[in-house]
């Protein structure tokens, strides 16, 4: 990751399009109000959409990484969600204005040999883009996407062209993905899955007993049990100003530093977005974020300050 403390780009950008894509899911095309080249970005990747103040939410990028005249998300609404994709849904009209930052990419394809790709429901949308870089490379791959129907599930249309490596398993037609035979896999393919919280920890579970298998996965919320822990006080040290803070047992780093005065983007304040993921130069922090890997946990030189803590008496931050 490491992408902190740079805060990608800032643009208010025109709805050009709005367009339902299955039930209940919206996809939004925008673009640059004087027609300029929007910012490059790789599969993956994810933007922030500021829908008003106090309300910003982060999406997957749907559409094609190779055109610049625009940017793509697929939204869900969700009626007992935190606000973000009603508004989304009921709000936002063509030809508005949107305020977006980014775009970032917590979830980067990497090179392998071959790709097996789960997506459940929503979670289709940064897989879109994976499936076209990897299809385009000629690579080995193939996926299995899941849904309640198949009404349900976005983009089958845009799927329909690859008949031969795509199965399509709508849960009132198939029942639930058969997650022991599908991840009967070894190390030279890469696993890519991302959907519903269910389907991420069925898929952690099945493959933590094969030490070869490691699932690149992305949430839409945090893993449950992911910021428990013990809570106690320590201090921040903040590299640029020389500042220490004193972040106590019932405060969050980013709240402390916040009222300091210091300058840090942040967005959903549960440790899955990577929005306010900020450089580590000395202590040891206490991770509970959902969003790093265990080797990057072990490297102890970033960390996501919304949630998580310190398990040395100060840590100082490149801030």
């Given at each position: 990751m490491k992408n902190a403390p740079h805060p990608g780009h800032e643009l208010d950008l025109v709805l050009d399009r709005k367009e339902t894509v299955a039930d209940d899911v919206v996809r939004l095309t925008l673009r640059h109000p004087d027609g300029l080249p929007l910012p490059a970005w790789e599969p993956g990747a994810?933007?922030?959409?500021?829908?008003?103040?106090?309300?910003?939410?982060?999406?997957?990028?749907?559409?094609?990484?190779?055109?610049?005249?625009?940017?793509?998300?697929?939204?869900?609404?969700?009626?007992?969600?935190?606000?973000?994709?009603?508004?989304?849904?009921?709000?936002l009209?063509?030809?508005?204005?949107?305020?977006?930052?980014?775009?970032?990419?917590?979830?980067?394809?990497?090179?392998?040999?071959?790709?097996l790709f789960i997506a459940g429901g929503i979670g289709i949308t940064p897989i879109l883009p994976m499936?076209?870089?990897?299809?385009?490379?000629?690579?080995?791959?193939?996926?299995?996407?899941?849904?309640?129907?198949?009404?349900?599930?976005?983009?089958?249309?845009e799927l329909a062209r690859y008949p031969e490596r795509v199965d399509i398993c709508p849960q009132d037609e198939r029942g639930l993905l058969d997650l022991a035979t599908l991840l009967d896999e070894d190390a030279d393919t890469a696993i890519y899955c991302c959907g519903p919280e269910a389907l991420l920890d069925a898929v952690e579970r099945q493959c933590a007993n094969r030490q070869a298998v490691v699932p690149h996965v992305e949430r839409f919320a945090a893993k449950?049990?992911?910021?428990?822990?013990?809570?106690?006080?320590?201090?921040?040290?903040?590299?640029?100003?020389?500042?220490?803070?004193?972040?106590?047992?019932?405060?969050?780093?980013?709240?402390?530093?916040?009222?300091?005065?210091?300058?840090?983007?942040?967005?959903?304040?549960?440790g899955t977005c990577?929005?306010?993921?900020?450089?580590?130069?000395?202590?040891?922090?206490d991770h509970r974020d959902s969003l790093l890997t265990g080797e990057e946990r072990d490297a102890c030189d970033t960390m996501m300050i919304c949630v998580s803590r310190s398990r040395s008496p100060r840590l100082v931050l490149d801030l």
């Open positions: 994810h933007l922030d959409l500021v829908l008003e103040p106090g309300l910003i939410r982060q999406y997957s990028l749907c559409g094609d990484p190779r055109d610049s005249s625009l940017l793509q998300v697929a939204v869900l609404r969700e009626e007992a969600g935190r606000g973000g994709s009603r508004y989304v849904h009921d709000a009209a063509e030809g508005q204005r949107v305020h977006v930052r980014g775009p970032r990419n917590h979830f980067p394809l990497v090179e392998a040999k071959r790709y499936i076209t870089r990897v299809a385009e490379a000629g690579g080995d791959w193939r996926l299995v996407y899941g849904g309640r129907t198949r009404s349900s599930m976005a983009f089958r249309d449950e049990g992911s910021a428990d822990g013990p809570r106690a006080a320590f201090e921040v040290e903040l590299a640029r100003t020389g500042a220490i803070l004193e972040v106590p047992a019932d405060r969050s780093i980013l709240d402390v530093v916040e009222e300091s005065g210091a300058e840090i983007l942040s967005s959903c304040r549960e990577g929005t306010c993921e900020t450089p580590v130069l000395s202590g040891k922090p």
